[in-house]
T-cell receptor
Framework: GAVVSQHPSRVICKSGTSVKIECRSL??????MFWYRQFPKQSLMLMAT?????????EQGVEKDKFLINHASLTLSTLTVTSAHPEDSSFYIC?????????????FGPGTRLTVT | GQNIDQPTEMTATEGAIVQINCTYQ??????LFWYQQHAGEAPTFLSY??LDGLEEKGRFSSFLSRSKGYSYLLLKELQMKDSASYLC??????????WGAGTKLIIKP
């Protein structure tokens, strides 16, 4: 149990276009989902915390107008990278905490590798 | 500031035991996590400690000392597939996860 999926797993886009990444909890409901970014050989960097039905909370230095997060249901959160540039190329990972676990459990999706040309 | 320290890289031999240390200074403490991450993949959950002591789960064990701000992950009977990065993360008083940079573990035959 506790499976999180992400789609797409890999995407290549041209500079200036927008890319949407979906994160789904397949067999549990999650009030909170997290979006991370990881550059090569670096640790995870939390971008934002997404709560179902409310606005996401962004970490310092993360532009909310560039990284749009929508948490439409208890099983789906989306991250849209708007007007992507080559420096946005990275590994984007989402995670979700099942309801009732007080975020003591956090399950990660397989990640989405974004390459902006 | 908040800080998580763990060694950058460690090398061990197949079949042996290795201990990966993690020290932390955070504003509050609500649990410590260990994750395994293979290259190019997302992290997978290994363990969670919130009380002092040792938690054993198969070949992996995790220890916590809150008074010392210290944890370790112990891996026994090492296998080649254990080659990965091991991430230590602490949940602070705001329930935010603070991540260490990870320890790259290299297993040699």
């Amino acid at each position: 149990g506790a499976v999180v999926s992400q789609h797409p797993s890999r995407v290549i886009c041209k500079s200036g276009t927008s890319v949407k990444i979906e994160c789904r909890s397949l067999d549990f409901q999650a009030t909170t989902m997290f979006w991370y970014r990881q550059f090569p050989k670096q640790s995870l960097m939390l971008m934002a915390t997404s709560n179902e039905g409310s606005k996401a909370t962004y970490e310092q230095g993360v532009e909310k107008d560039k990284f749009l997060i929508n948490h439409a249901s208890l099983t789906l959160s989306t991250l849209t990278v708007t007007s992507a540039h080559p420096e946005d190329s990275s590994f984007y990972i989402c995670s979700a905490s099942p309801i009732g676990t007080a975020s003591t459990e956090q399950y990660f999706g397989p990640g989405t590798r974004l390459t902006v040309t | 500031g908040q800080n998580i320290d763990q060694p950058t890289e460690m090398t061990a031999t197949e079949g042996a035991i290795v201990q990966i240390n993690c020290t932390y200074q955070t504003s509050g403490f609500n649990g410590l996590f260990w994750y395994q991450q293979h290259a190019g993949e997302a992290p997978t959950f290994l363990s969670y400690n919130v009380l002092d002591g040792l938690e054993e789960k198969g070949r992996f064990s995790s220890f916590l000392s809150r008074s010392k701000g210290y944890s370790y992950l112990l891996l026994k009977e090492l296998q080649m597939k254990d080659s990965a990065s091991y991430l230590c993360a602490v949940k602070d008083s705001n329930y935010q996860l603070i991540w260490g940079a990870g320890t790259k573990l290299i297993i040699k035959p």
